[in-house]
């Protein structure tokens, strides 16, 4: 249920449009007050139709109890036409015999009963508590119209969950009664097809943290137990494998946790309050005799209804603080690895293990700095920066557009910058090795190719992972404006394409934390066998070669 300070919060947002109701020329609005609070809740419910408390059976209720010209104009319209339900509960508010003949057979067939009856009928579907019966939206509004009919009004026995925003399932708007708010969530509403996603996200989300924890905390035991791999490279494989483990056993459960809270868990709501019943019951009842004693307070009193899904303040921040820091450092580091090795190439008779280890070591605490840094914004309110749970499963920072594009763009760019770098440097160097003995070069350029190989293919990764985000996030940011205001016509197919691809490269940046292990530590031949000895595996020194059984021969 909405607090008293979301309440108040829709009052001031009432004053403020009643304030901008005046014309610009300064006269007074000539209007009846029966056509100016028609007019105010009209307009104000299109502007927060998305808020969960703004149920659309309350403003059809409110709209025809007002008889406003407007319930006739969104009749004809058909304005309010996301799912199955709202479609019909806009049929059943408008044109209730047209409702009555769609759903006699649904309800029949869904009921398994050969009521012809609609008063039984709809009876019998305020009483089923079937799932199976209750994910109808036949029989969900068929429950609707059974309350107004016997009350005259739904508000406080009828509740909406909507969700137009949730990634891989749609859009998603149902409401039961009372007796069924144990079932009542966004899986509830969501259509059959779609509930199968929901399964899936969660299991791939399951499967892949359990990866990530395993295979980092692997490369973790590997690289601290053998001194031959705490090298310059070694430290930032070692800092990687933190980061990735602390991806795979702390945030990916959170996501996994917060969409099964947001998505497939029932909504809590609480009891309606007494003062709330009474104006309700003295709205919804009484007959309107002078519109001028109509309490526009009132009215959006009735709005305040609904399961928010608040998390705590601290929890957001938290989990936010953790998530933003983590990536941040394993973008970062990923970047600054690339200098190690281009300082390694330029300068390699001078870049000796020692003080390869000491500038790697520089290099991670100045990565660390940076991530904490940015982590630590949002905490702070820094320029609005706020903490916030994007696409219900990931927490992440929500402010100012360029500082998200930088901590994105910079490595990038860096990455992209070291690598034509290394290359050049490599090919440089090939031209040098013209005075070098055979093996020399041979050693040399098997080295030089392989280092060739795991760039590219890290580069190639990381630019996978980074640029989807990156083009998106510049899209949302640039001028381009999406106006959800216009519920007639709001681009719900490109919000529903910009989630989806939110949420998939968000996913992408994550699953680049398994991946790092792929690239970035197995490829190492050191490690192989030092994973292999861990096991009881043999290794390749065991194994006898073609080059050995020759030399023995």
């Known amino acids: 249920m909405a607090t008293m300070k979301q309440i108040a919060s829709i009052f001031v947002l009432v004053l403020l449009f009643r304030a901008s109701a005046l014309s610009t020329t300064g006269a007074p609005r000539q209007a009846t007050p029966k056509e100016a609070i028609c007019k105010n809740i009209n307009v104000l419910y299109r502007r927060a139709y998305l808020a969960p408390t703004f149920y659309l059976s309350v403003y059809w209720e409110i709209m025809k109890k007002l008889d406003c010209p407007q319930f006739r104009d969104e009749c004809d319209k058909k304005t309010f036409r996301f799912s199955p339900f709202t479609s019909l509960l806009s049929e059943e508010m408008c044109n209730r015999t047209s409702f009555i003949k769609t759903c006699t057979p649904k309800l029949q067939q869904v009921l398994a009963s050969g009521e012809s009856n609609w008063t039984v009928l709809s009876s019998y579907a305020a009483n089923v508590t079937a799932y199976n019966a209750v994910t109808e939206p036949c029989v969900q509004v068929a429950i609707h119209d059974q309350l107004v009919q016997t009350y005259g009004y739904s508000f406080g026995r009828f509740e909406e969950s909507k969700l137009l925003m949730n990634p891989y399932s749609g859009y998603t708007w149902c409401g039961v009664n009372t007796k069924n708010l144990n079932v009542l969530s966004v899986y509830l509403c969501s259509p059959t097809r779609?509930?199968?996603?929901?399964?899936?996200?969660?299991?791939?989300?399951?499967?892949?943290?359990?990866?990530?924890?395993?295979?980092?905390?692997?490369?973790?035991?590997?690289?601290?137990?053998?001194?031959?791999?705490?090298?310059?490279?070694?430290?930032?494989?070692?800092?990687?494998?933190?980061?990735?483990?602390?991806?795979?056993?702390?945030?990916?459960?959170?996501?996994?946790?917060?969409?099964?809270?947001?998505?497939?868990?029932?909504?809590?709501f609480t009891p309606v309050p007494v003062p709330m019943q009474h104006i309700a019951h003295k709205f919804f009842t009484e007959p309107i005799v002078n519109y001028t004693t109509v309490s526009m307070s009132s009215v959006m009193a009735l709005f305040s209804r609904g399961s928010t899904y608040q998390f705590s303040k601290s929890l957001v921040n938290t989990i936010g603080f953790i998530t933003q820091l983590v990536l941040t450092e394993n973008i970062f580091s990923l970047a600054v690895a690339g200098v190690d090795r281009l300082i390694a190439i330029s300068i390699p008779l001078s870049y000796d293990a020692h003080k390869s280890k000491?500038?790697?070591?520089?290099?991670?605490?100045?990565?660390?700095?940076?991530?904490?840094?940015?982590?630590?914004?949002?905490?702070?309110?820094?320029?609005?920066?706020?903490?916030?749970?994007?696409?219900?499963?990931?927490?992440?920072?929500?402010?100012?557009?360029?500082?998200?594009?930088?901590?994105?763009?910079?490595?990038?760019?860096?990455?992209?910058?070291?690598a034509v770098a290394i290359f050049?440097?490599?090919?440089?160097?090939?031209?040098?090795?013209?005075?070098?003995t055979k093996s020399v070069k041979k050693n040399l350029a098997r080295n030089e190719v392989r280092l060739a190989n795991t760039l590219t293919i890290m580069v190639g990764f990381f630019t996978l992972a980074v640029l989807p985000m990156f083009v998106l996030n510049f899209y949302l940011a640039s001028g381009s404006k999406l106006n959800f205001n216009d519920v007639e016509h709001a681009p719900l197919d490109a919000l529903y394409r910009i989630v989806n691809l939110h949420t998939t490269g968000q996913i992408v940046m994550l699953c680049n934390s398994v991946v790092n292990f792929f690239i970035y530590q197995n490829r190492d031949q050191t490690f192989k066998t030092q994973v292999r000895k861990l096991f009881g595996l043999k290794t390749d020194a065991y194994r006898p070669t073609q080059t050995s059984t020759t030399r023995a021969k």
């Open 194 to 268: 779609w509930r199968a996603n929901a399964w899936v996200l969660l299991t791939f989300l399951g499967i892949l943290g359990f990866v990530v924890t395993v295979v980092n905390l692997l490369a973790f035991v590997v690289i601290v137990s053998k001194p031959d791999l705490r090298n310059g490279q070694g430290i930032f494989r070692l800092n990687l494998a933190v980061i990735d483990f602390v991806t795979g056993a702390v945030i990916l459960p959170t996501a996994m946790y917060t969409y099964y809270h947001y998505t497939i868990r029932p909504k809590d």
């Open 358 to 418: 000491r500038v790697a070591s520089l290099l991670c605490l100045g990565t660390w700095v940076v991530a904490i840094l940015l982590a630590v914004m949002p905490i702070l309110n820094y320029q609005g920066m706020k903490y916030m749970i994007t696409d219900n499963m990931f927490f992440f920072t929500d402010g100012p557009p360029y500082i998200t594009q930088l901590s994105l763009a910079v490595p990038l760019v860096l990455m992209w910058a070291l």
């Open 424 to 436: 050049v440097k490599m090919r440089l160097h090939n031209r040098r090795l013209s005075s070098k």
